[in-house]
């Protein structure tokens, strides 16, 4: 049975640092890594989509890496900003009728 | 596009009560998802259709949850009678193509946030 975890679970940091949000799941055979953000009271965005053929992907000040081998997904901020808190889940897809599978998130607050 | 649209965003009902949520899918899209998400359980996906077919209802926790999808745009989820652990916000997400591809995303709505009191 696929499990995700997310490392660390809430997380604070000044304005301006970069900052990695780590995933990783227990069973290999994905199709592909999502990660997403949830804004309190609100629904979720995708943020980036990973096919298990690659590495990583980038749209802006965020990068996500996948090493589907090892089980793990990194996704990095660059110079983080208030306007960045939120709680970002990740969620892999596979197997069967390909369920999205989530962790349950990482809280991230950025102070001024 | 407005995005996955659902209805109501609150809903406070009491104890035995019917409760239906309603989701509107983005124009084009034929893949769609019922999710649950609570504190204690975090996210859960408790049916999937594609094309208003229910291809895995497995998540579905019991005989009073129902979902159906009487059009390709429109998708309700009916629980009766309501009971106090199913108190939650419910998302529904929408995706563009069949849902066992791999290189389709879920395009999530707002949530309905349920209290059953």
């Known amino acids: 049975k696929q499990e995700v975890t997310q490392i660390p679970a809430a997380l604070s940091v000044p304005e301006g640092e970069n900052l990695v949000l780590n995933c990783s799941f227990t069973d290999s055979a994905i199709y592909n890594l999502q990660w997403f953000r949830q804004d309190p009271g609100k629904g979720l965005t995708s943020l980036l989509l990973i096919q298990s053929s690659q590495r990583e992907q980038t749209s802006g000040r965020l990068n996500a890496s996948l090493d589907k081998s090892s089980g793990r997904s990194t996704l990095y901020i660059a110079a983080s900003q208030p306007g960045d808190s939120a709680t970002y889940l990740c969620?892999?897809?596979?197997?069967?009728?390909?369920?999205?599978?989530f962790g349950a998130g990482t809280r991230l607050a950025v102070h001024p | 596009d407005a995005g996955v649209i659902q209805s109501p965003r609150h809903e406070v009902t009491e104890m035995g009560q019917e409760v239906t949520l309603r989701c509107k899918l983005i124009s084009g899209h034929n893949s769609l998802f019922w999710y649950r998400q609570t504190m204690m359980r975090g996210l859960e996906l408790l049916i999937y259709f594609n094309n208003n077919v229910p291809i895995d209802d497995s998540g579905m926790p019991e005989d009073r949850f129902s979902a159906k999808m009487p059009n390709a745009s429109f998708s309700t989820l009916k629980i009766q009678p309501s009971e106090p652990r199913d108190s939650a916000v419910y998302f529904c997400a929408s995706s563009p193509g069949r849902g066992g591809s791999s290189y389709n995303e879920q395009f999530f709505g707002p949530g309905t946030r349920l209290t059953v009191l």
């Open positions: 969620a892999v897809r596979g197997g069967g009728y390909n369920k999205l599978i």
